[in-house]
């Protein structure tokens, strides 16, 4: 089968200074077509697209030869025709390099709403013959709602919050064993070269630069060094000489510890009489000495304020009169 699409002529290729890898080349029964310009290829695989089921292509320089629909240029035009020709009935998935298959559409939703699928995971239609990815089938892409719907991978600083909420955690949290320490630095360690900091989605501070002038620059260690001249002179200034200080040293005298006496009891001494003391028979008869025996000063009440007041009476004679001693 041959193809009714004229291969381009050196002429043209230095004319429109094309490259070997800007050109294509199709093999069909093990006969080779081409060169094509990839537009002029595309526009006539999509108007005979029959044609193009069973053939290879591959780049001039690359000399890598896949089935034509699995390139990237030419897989829009596989996704239209098959589902405009036929529904997909059956789905072959790679499980750990092994074809697991056939499964039903019905399985493969169930997958997807387990997230056991992913729209970057291989699929294959044609029996693992060809595999392609979820999100290139015509039929995928579309219940999907488009790129716009895709999930967005989360941000940076999300990752950096949940480590920071789970050092929190282990900081506080009480430990009852060696195994939760031993399980979170596992899990640090698998998730440390994970982790980057992504400085455009964080706000970052930066002072603004301020130019500061020679005075100001040499304005506090010219402080400094005043204060310490200061400093210095007061101690010099105000502090004592030391001939001063020798002379103002006297000697420590050591007094002798005075003895003391204590005075003897007044109840305790012997009464002893006065030199002036006379005896009592030598005295006057009319008053009578004490008893020895009692208080040597007399105890006797006197009774003046009974006597007449000579201001007011005339005093007799007779009270005049000394007593007639016997």
Known sequence: ????????????????????????????????????????????ATENESQFTHALASRMDA?????????????????????????????????????????????????????????????????????????TLHTFNTEAGGVDSLPQAPLESSFIRAREDLNEIMENQERTGSHVGLAALTYLGQHKGKLSLNLEEMDLKSLAETEVSRSLKWAIPSAVAGVGVLVMMGSFIFSPSTSTDTAAVEPEV????????KAPNRNQAPRRRPASYQPLQHRSGITHAPDLNQNEYPTHVETHHNETDPMSEPMAEDHNQPPEQQ
């Open 1 to 44: 089968m041959a193809l009714d699409l004229k291969p381009l002529t050196n002429e043209i290729i230095h004319k429109m200074d094309y490259t070997p890898h800007d050109l294509w080349v199709v093999k069909l029964e093990d006969e080779l077509f081409g060169p094509f310009e990839v537009e002029s290829l595309k526009h006539y």
């Open 63 to 135: 000399n890598d030869w896949q089935p034509f629909f699995t390139h990237a240029h030419f897989q829009p035009i596989a996704h239209q025709s098959q589902v405009e020709e036929e529904a997909i009935e059956k789905f072959w998935l790679l499980h750990l390099g092994q074809k697991a298959g056939p499964l039903s559409r019905r399985d493969i939703d169930k997958k997807f709403e387990l997230d056991i699928l992913s729209m970057t995971d291989v699929v294959s239609i044609d029996d693992g013959h060809t595999w392609v990815k979820f999100f």
């Open 254 to 261: 050591i007094m002798p510890k005075t003895i003391t006496h």
